[in-house]
């Protein structure tokens, strides 16, 4: 574990990606060796990094405007990791994993590392190991990671919860500003980027942009010392990159110099850790005989029309409580 973490260190593209899909192995015997390495990421990696979620609706352009910022970090001499997690069918439960190929002069450059990852049955907006992941790019000497979520939308506050900062990306005619209040996602964003400002879409795009601005004097900022930006651009074209460049650096700038940060991450890790284990229990307690084989027996019932499924609902939750020792 010690050579492959100083293989990392030394910047071996290589051994990242095999240490990622160590990572994202759910075999025990893969991952009592992943916790090994990433024990080593976590002791001896710089914390001089800053991370971000970047989320918004399907097709609003958050891959082009990732690698568009992402070059423009690079040319100002940053080293630039991205996340990406592709929606899981919840029929084939098959990935597409084809953020690369959106991505295509940022996965090419060697200051930039770039991975695709399957949401599977997660919400949130996240994968299962990003934050391992994080914690591998950051001991690789990454210093700005983007997280690409999803982009379900409404539910991605884990995202915001294991990151620095907070990027939502939305498109002209995303909504009156009362659309802007009722959408639970725009509370937790510290800067929205109206993408795709360019065209015939303009004067929308300037609208709402207008819009936003309005519907973010409702809330109250959730970073010490950052009240949240609105700003347009069009990632396609390059118009407005330069001032959200500019703003990122300022954000990044105002959460580095914070004398919370260190506590802000030691409650991201917090949060993860109750977060993973939920994961894991479920997974468990699911799995457990007991559970396992009164749930076969209700699902048998409700194919042949029998018990009632409100009881067989109770009588696992009581089995359950009884394994657990909860009352």
Not at 3 to 31: H, P, W, Y
Not at 35 to 50: A, G, M, P, W, Y
Not at 97 to 104: A, C, E, I, T, Y
Not at 189 to 213: C, H, L, P
Request: glycine residues 10%.
């Amino acid at each position: 574990m010690s050579s492959i973490f100083q293989s990392i260190k030394d910047g071996d593209r290589v051994a990242l990606g095999k240490a990622m899909t160590l990572v994202e192995s759910d075999r025990l015997e893969d991952r009592e060796i992943a916790v090994q390495l990433l024990d080593l990421c976590q002791k001896e990696s710089n914390q001089n990094f800053i991370s971000f979620a970047v989320s918004g609706p399907p097709g609003v352009g958050k891959s082009t405007l990732i690698e568009t910022l992402g070059l423009k970090a690079i040319a100002d001499g940053q080293k630039v990791g991205v996340l990406t997690v592709d929606p899981s069918s919840q029929i084939s439960l098959g990935s597409i994993l084809g953020d690369k190929s959106r991505m295509n002069q940022l996965s090419l450059s060697d200051s930039a590392f770039v991975r695709s990852s399957p949401a599977g049955t997660l919400l949130g907006g996240i994968g299962r190991r990003s934050r391992e992941l994080m914690c591998l790019l950051t001991a690789a000497g990454y210093n700005l990671i983007f997280l690409e979520t999803v982009g379900v939308g409404q539910s991605e506050h884990i995202a915001w919860q294991l990151t620095d900062g907070f990027l939502l990306v939305i498109q002209p005619g995303s909504g009156d500003e009362l659309q802007g209040i009722k959408r639970g996602i725009t509370e937790l964003a510290d800067i929205i980027v109206v993408n795709k400002t360019d065209g015939k879409s303009s004067e929308e795009a300037m609208r709402t942009r207008g819009y936003y601005q309005n519907a973010i004097h409702y809330f109250s900022g959730q970073r010490t010392g950052w009240e949240p930006r609105v700003l347009n651009c069009s990632a396609l074209e390059g118009t407005g990159i330069e001032e959200l460049w500019e703003v990122l650096r300022l954000y990044s700038s105002s959460r580095l110099e914070n004398n919370q940060l260190k506590a802000e991450r030691t409650r991201q890790n917090k949060f993860w850790l109750s977060w993973s284990l939920g994961i894991t229990a479920h997974h468990l307690l699911m799995a457990h005989p007991t559970v396992n084989q009164k749930l076969s027996e209700g699902l048998n019932n409700i194919d042949q029309h029998e018990g009632s499924m409100f009881k067989t609902e109770f009588e696992i939750e009581s089995a359950m409580r009884k394994l657990t020792g909860s009352t």
